[in-house]
């Protein structure tokens, strides 16, 4: 769960080990058993410096650094990309099966994975943390609270900036800004990218294996629930699709199975706080007067309507990883 990532050779091992049983059979400060095995090793300034920033990454905190809250739900080992040998368990395709009604078995999903691999890159370009790199990423929800926020140029400030679905920045750059770096979509949200954007593809159904190669070459003919478009512009070098498994990851470990599946928007939260070192949070939840609407449309005073997902337990999550200061969080207001 939790690893110091350090070269030593089998001497040093060795020594460490000897110091950290001396430790809990004498009760010392850590410090003093870390101190110990330095000693031994004459490497007392690489050990402190060790244990007072025992950090993942560059920044001023990372958010995979260790706090015992976060690690609970966090689980660094389940791959949030899906590569060509991910597979699933009988009872992960389960749940990934009802998600949305449709015919199929693991072999039919083992054969539309095959194709996507023969078309896009098998090794997402994001990898995990590094002592030498801080990786800022700002995700972009659609939320009415955008609206007056001149949150633009912030915005654009990430390394990464990730939008959702249809979610428009003509018109409305001074809130939103311009960077979009990744944007989240399935079949029925996709909209054509420009060929610097990474396409991330939400599969929640065997269709949608199919549509995204699709989509690239000949076109799409098949059906789905809603209108779908038969052909996108996205570079096909910038493909990623989020692992199935990853998302049934989100709906046991970060919401304890509440509601059928989580949210696009919540599953994209995870999905950053999964590549990322420091993360921002723009665009979730409602507006001042508590409505629920998108930036671009005309207000209507509804309430909180999420349909499937649990969306008030996602909301005070994200305020909770706020608090821990794992995240920020700005709602516009
Ligand atoms: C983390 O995920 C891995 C791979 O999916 C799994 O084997 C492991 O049991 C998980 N750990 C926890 C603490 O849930
Ligand atoms: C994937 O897992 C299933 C069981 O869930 C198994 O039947 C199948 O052989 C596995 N496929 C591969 C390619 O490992
Ligand atoms: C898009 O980017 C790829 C590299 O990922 C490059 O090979 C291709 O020529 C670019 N296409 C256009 C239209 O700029
Ligand atoms: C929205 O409707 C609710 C109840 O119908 C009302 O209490 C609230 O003031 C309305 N909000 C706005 C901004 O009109």
């Known amino acids: 769960m939790f690893r110091l990532r350090v070269k030593m050779n089998n001497r040093a091992k060795l020594v460490v080990l000897i110091a950290s049983t001396a430790c809990f059979a004498t009760i010392w400060r850590l410090s003093s058993c870390l101190s110990f095995a330095a000693l031994e090793e004459n490497k007392i300034d690489k050990w402190t410096d060790m244990w007072t920033k025992v950090k993942s990454c560059s920044c001023a905190t990372c958010i995979s650094d260790f706090t015992i809250s976060f690690m609970k739900r966090y689980n660094r080992t389940v791959n949030p990309f899906l590569t060509p040998l991910e597979n699933f368990t009988q009872e992960e395709f389960k749940w990934w099966k009802a998600l949305q009604r449709e015919n199929g078995d693991l ?44 949150y633009g140029s912030q915005i654009d400030a990430h390394d990464i900036v990730i939008r959702m679905n249809k979610a428009m920045t003509t018109g409305y750059e001074e809130d939103v800004g311009t960077k979009t770096t990744h944007r989240v ?60 498994v990853f998302m049934k990851y989100v709906h046991t470990s970060w919401l304890f199975s509440k509601g059928k599946y989580p949210s696009t928007g919540f599953m994209t939260l995870v999905l950053a706080m999964h590549i990322c070192d420091e993360l921002k949070i723009f665009g979730f939840g409602a507006d001042k007067n508590g409505n629920w609407n998108h930036y671009w449309e005309e207000l209507k005073n509804e309430t909180l309507k999420t349909g499937v997902h649990p969306g008030r337990r996602e909301y005070d999550l994200i305020q909770e990883l706020a608090k821990q200061n794992k995240v920020t969080f700005l709602r516009g207001w």
């Open 185 to 244: 979509m399935y079949p029925e949200s996709a909209i054509d990218l420009d060929n610097n954007t990474h396409l991330v593809l939400f599969p929640f159904k065997i269709l949608d294996l199919q549509w995204i190669t699709d989509a690239l070459t000949t076109g799409f003919r098949g059906q789905s629930y809603a209108t779908v478009i038969p052909k996108i512009k996205a570079n096909k070098n910038l493909v990623m699709v989020v692992n199935p």
């Open 107 to 150: 072999k039919k999903f083992m054969e539309a994975k095959k194709r996507v691999f023969t078309m896009f890159p098998s090794k997402p370009d994001l990898t995990g943390p590094r002592l030498d790199r801080c990786r800022t990423c700002a995700v972009v929800g659609n939320s009415g609270n955008l609206k007056g926020s001149k």
